[in-house]
């Protein structure tokens, strides 16, 4: 998918025309130097609007199989994944202590301070009894060493009272510790030596923690569902297993009770905070944050605190990540994040007023530069056009405006603030201009001279040009019956009976593909709503996916049922093929899994979809084709809530040699890994594996976050061929039974070898029979749907509102691949 299009990004994600709101009236003070914090005093002339950072909306990256990552700064440590270094002790100490009461005497300490860090207060209360229990407390002297550097790491540290100070090995610098802060470094526990020697600095308290019943609480936590909503926080996409971990054990949790202000709750600080659960208001913006959001992040920048500016909406669930830890994230990826989001509201406000869309929004994401100014370098005149739009990264840059034929300086900029925009991309002329006083300022530079370039140059952008409907004969008196009546029968004999291309409105862009958009399609005399499908010849071509659009529109042209997208024409000119279908206008799957409050259904709605997918699943397979995948995202949801699969581009005959390696990696077959092919029951494997998502909000296999993507496939494939299955408490045993049956490595063994092409051994197991859920009552609709969405388009992918009274086309040559089925 492209930038605009990630999957997990959910209802109102990279919103563009919202940038324009964070434009404030200038305010000038003459004569003395005042902090300038909106930042942009480059807008247009009539009140010289300003650019302020807000991150509007969520920012959220999710799983994609051949998509481009918007971002391409993600790193991967070079160390081995923290899950192996933990799994070597996975067999030690089985057997779990008994914690009596006089285990925990004298430990109130240790278990609050515990229960206030979110590492601690989501584990499962017997392996934090079993922690605590195991716990030791320590008392020390003034310049008492409490470990040296080389020494076995054999406990975690948390201090009771007292200060220390760690000096690190190899000129690697020091920290100090305090009351409260808990000591841990995943890159001790994996080389399993201490780095650096600990110093008592006055006479204290600490506690040591059991560092194998501490790997095993790690072991825990990261298979649950509190692990995987730190993987899901944009912020967080940055970081390691390791620095994922270690940010959890310093978290703090607070509860806010609704009507609350955040303040209230807090201790003070520039602090970075995550919602969990619950709304948030910010009463300065009217922003409502929600789960997985992160705000008050730009306060580290800033010469205020912005938490006074924060209520809750309802009862909520804040994480607070301390400052000094903050900072020290920031070094680690945390930066990257937060240009990115501001230079993705730059990129969003250039697309919506240039009228720029497709691959070309992206591309504008590239131009961004990263230069180093010399003091005394104007990077802008008062009163003179602008070259670039600027964003202060390190330095000082002063605002100067002219006055009776002097400089006069204004104010300066904080750090990230963005000069020029507006005035940049609307050709206007800014009141003032910036220049750097320090000795050197670092800024991040958008080129005009590149931006329009990109733009509007005819060879590099994509021809925007319409369709053109068909020119209407004029009516001939003198025309014959007989070709009047040759003409009806031609008309009859069209291959996609009484629609033509020219027959429909572009209206919006739902999404965007490797090669080609989704529109909404009006049909202008009936209003009908469609889906329209463009496929770019030139780029279907260039990635060699000729045969998977072929074997597309051949699938589509087959299938014929309730739960599966309706096909109703294709088109074709020298430049696109374009498949018409149905529009579900309910929104994917994957957003209504996101949206739900726990991140995962309830088995009665699981069941309600899992019936309709089997039902879908068995006319693909009754029809002589394989689907091949299966996953949330290819599944959508009708104005009225019934299910209907989607996207047939992997879908192939049953007869074919079926190697290719296809689909989301979460979701590929043990039998693809190991070379055998797929058959129908590869199919059945992806039912399983979606079952287990909806129910537990997770796949079974997936490793935990794995900034690269090929680390992350390879670690999945390799729990797959194990084929271990864990289930959370809530899962009935019905439901696991059948997930069981599903998952299992050898096809031929599946459903205890009952498995055909009908299916008919699944709609007869005991779980459907529970909910009262058949395939054909669903297929009927005599069952109501569980998933109502709030109104059409609710959970629609949000592409910055961007409206089309064009279908966007590339400028390409002629070609006639695909013409035989279109």
Request: charged share 25%; net charge neutral; aromatic share 10%.
């Amino acid at each position: 998918m492209g930038c605009f299009a990630s999957k997990g990004a959910g209802p109102g994600a990279y919103e563009v025309g919202k940038l324009a709101d964070a434009f404030e009236d200038r305010k000038s003070v003459d004569g003395a130097e005042n902090s300038v914090t909106e930042g942009d005093q480059g807008g247009p002339l009539d009140g010289s609007p300003c650019f302020t950072p807000l991150f509007d909306g969520d920012f959220r990256f999710s799983r994609t199989v051949q998509g481009k990552k918007l971002v391409s700064k993600v790193t991967q440590s070079k160390s081995a994944p923290l899950e192996h270094v933990l799994a070597a002790g996975r067999d030690e100490d089985n057997g779990r202590p008994s914690t009596s009461d006089d285990d925990m005497e004298g430990k109130e300490y240790l278990v609050e301070v515990l229960k206030s860090k979110y590492f601690f207060a989501h584990l499962r209360e017997g392996m934090f009894q079993e922690l605590v229990g195991m716990a030791e407390q320590h008392s020390c002297e003034a310049e008492d060493t409490l470990y040296r550097s080389g020494d076995e790491t054999d406990s975690v540290f948390l201090m009771e009272s007292g200060s220390f100070f760690c000096l690190m090995a190899n000129d690697q610098g020091s920290f100090s510790a305090k009351q409260g802060d808990l000591l841990v470094s995943m890159e001790e526990v994996r080389s399993r030596r201490r780095n650096g020697t600990m110093t008592s600095v006055s006479g204290g308290v600490y506690w040591t923690l059991d560092i194998k019943t501490f790997k095993k609480a790690c072991r825990v936590f990261m298979d649950s569902l509190d692990y995987r909503f730190l993987t899901q926080v944009d912020y967080f996409l940055y970081l390691g297993e390791d620095h994922l971990l270690e940010s959890s054990f310093h978290m703090h949790v607070i509860n806010v009770p609704r009507g609350k202000g955040l303040s209230h709750y807090v201790d003070t600080g520039k602090h970075l905070y995550v919602l969990r659960k619950g709304s948030i208001s910010d009463t300065t913006t009217d922003r409502v944050i929600s789960s997985h959001q992160v705000f008050a992040e730009s306060d580290i920048f800033s010469q205020e605190t912005s938490v006074s500016n924060y209520k809750c909406l309802e009862k909520a669930l804040v994480l607070q990540l301390p400052e000094a830890k903050y900072d020290h994230y920031l070094g680690l990826g945390l930066m990257g994040i937060f240009e990115d989001k501001i230079k993705i509201q730059i990129v969003q406000e250039v697309a919506r007023i240039k009228k720029v869309h497709g691959n070309r929004v992206e591309d504008i994401f590239q131009l961004f530069e990263e230069k180093v100014f010399t003091s005394g370098t104007a990077l802008a005149m008062p009163n003179e056009s602008l070259d670039s739009t600027v964003i202060l990264k390190k330095g000082t840059l002063v605002q100067v405006e002219e006055k009776h034929g002097k400089m006069t300086s204004i104010g300066k900029l904080e750090p990230y603030a963005v000069f020029g925009l507006q005035a940049m991309i609307r050709n206007k002329k800014p009141p003032t201009g910036i220049c750097v006083k320090s000795e050197t300022a670092t800024c991040i530079v958008l080129s005009k001279e590149k931006l329009t370039q990109l733009t509007q140059d005819d060879g590099l952008r994509r021809n925007s040009s319409f369709i053109k409907d068909a020119p209407r004969k004029k009516r001939n008196s003198t025309k014959s019956i007989k070709n009047k009546t040759k003409a009806k029968v031609k008309t009859k004999k069209k291959k996609n009976g009484n629609y033509s291309l020219g027959d429909f409105r572009p209206m919006r862009l739902l999404g965007q593909g490797q090669f080609g958009v989704v529109l909404q399609m009006q049909h202008i005399k009936s209003n009908k709503i469609f889906a329209l499908k463009v496929q770019y010849r030139r780029e279907i071509e260039e990635l060699g996916q000729v045969e998977r659009v072929r074997q597309e529109r051949l699938a589509l042209g087959r299938l014929d049922h309730p739960n599966i997208c309706k096909f109703v024409a294709s088109f074709k000119d020298e430049k696109a093929v374009y498949l018409l279908m149905e529009a579900a206008r309910g929104g994917e799957l994957f957003y209504h899994l996101e949206a739900s409050a726990a991140k995962r259904f309830d088995e009665h709605t699981a069941c309600f979809i899992a019936a309709s997918v089997l039902g879908a699943l068995q006319h693909i397979h009754q029809c002589g084709l394989i689907y091949r995948d299966l996953k949330p995202e290819n599944i959508l949801l009708d104005s009225k809530g019934y299910p209907k699969l989607v996207d047939f581009g992997c879908a192939k005959i049953a007869e074919d040699s079926n190697l290719t390696m296809c689909g989301t990696p979460e979701y590929v077959p043990p039998e693809l890994i190991q070379g055998l092919g797929y058959d129908y029951r590869s199919d059945y494997w992806q039912y399983g594996i979606l079952l287990f998502e909806m129910l537990c909000g997770f796949t079974p296999f997936e490793p935990g976050f794995c900034a690269d993507h090929a680390t992350k496939a390879r670690l999945i494939y390799e729990r797959i061929l194990m084929g271990r299955v864990d289930f959370p408490r809530h899962v009935s045993q019905e439901a696991r039974d059948l997930i069981k049956k599903l998952l299992v490595l050898d096809p031929d063994q599946r459903l205890d070898g009952r498995l055909d092409e009908t299916a008919r051994a699944i709609e007869t197991h005991p779980w459907f029979g529970y909910h009262k859920m058949t395939v054909a009552g669903v297929a009927k609709k005599k069952i109501s749907p569980c998933l109502m969405p709030a109104s059409e388009n609710s959970f629609q992918p949000n592409m910055g509102g961007i409206n089309f009274t064009r279908i966007p086309q590339p400028n390409t040559t002629s070609t006639n691949v695909l013409d035989d089925v279109y």
